[in-house]
């Protein structure tokens, strides 16, 4: 009698800790988590060390047709290049003038469609590999020569992705940045 109840008592503990092992586990790998700066984005508009990216890496298909397009923005000017199979090769590049007024309205936007947010899981650190018949989305924001934040996302939705924020509303922030951008990558594999 109390054998039989000892039993079912053990195997009820056994089971409840691998239960929050596995919650643990779930939590540890998948927290969003918010860059943590002294001050918002919008307020280094002025510093000219600072900028951020979008890199937009196509389908993986064969190396002709393989496109990538990055747009780099900063407070003197935003950068537009395309580039062609998996080694860089640069295919295009145009430059246009930014101003600080632009730049901090382009960052305070960019906070509202929250830039910032994403996990550092450091085995999805590279998005190269997924989403393979779609695009990959990749994020960053430097300052002063060092990389503050890196996050990126997919069109094909869904998990895996480290960006937590707007994906759409993020895009259409870097695109609007490059007059003409929809015509120069109309005919591109993206």
């Given amino acids: 009698m109390y054998g039989n109840r000892n039993w079912r008592f053990l195997l009820g503990i056994g089971l409840i800790v691998v239960l929050i092992a596995i919650l643990l586990i779930i939590i540890l790998n998948h927290t969003p988590v918010t860059i943590k700066q002294q001050k918002p984005m919008a307020a280094y508009a002025n510093n000219p060390t600072v900028q951020v990216a979008m890199l937009v890496d196509g389908p993986v298909n064969a190396v ?20 062609q199979g998996y080694n860089d090769h ?3 590049e145009k430059t246009y003038p930014m101003t600080e007024a632009s730049f901090h309205v382009f960052l305070r936007s960019l906070e509202y469609a929250n830039f910032n947010q994403g996990q550092t899981n450091p085995r999805l650190s590279q998005a190269s590999g997924f989403c393979p018949t779609g695009d990959r989305f990749i994020f ?36 609007n940045q ?12 993206l």
Avoid: A
Avoid at 159 to 167: Q, R, Y
């Fill in 64 to 83: 002709s047709l393989h496109n990538q397009v990055l747009v780099v923005v900063s407070n003197s000017q935003t950068t537009f290049k395309i580039f």
């Fill in 90 to 92: 640069l295919v295009k």
């Fill in 140 to 175: 960053t924001y430097d300052r002063n020569g060092q990389q503050i934040e890196r996050f990126w996302s997919t069109s094909c939705g869904g998990i895996p992705h480290t960006f937590d924020g707007n994906l759409e509303l993020t895009e259409q922030l870097f695109v």
């Fill in 178 to 189: 490059v007059p003409g951008y929809s015509n120069m990558i109309s005919s591109l594999n």
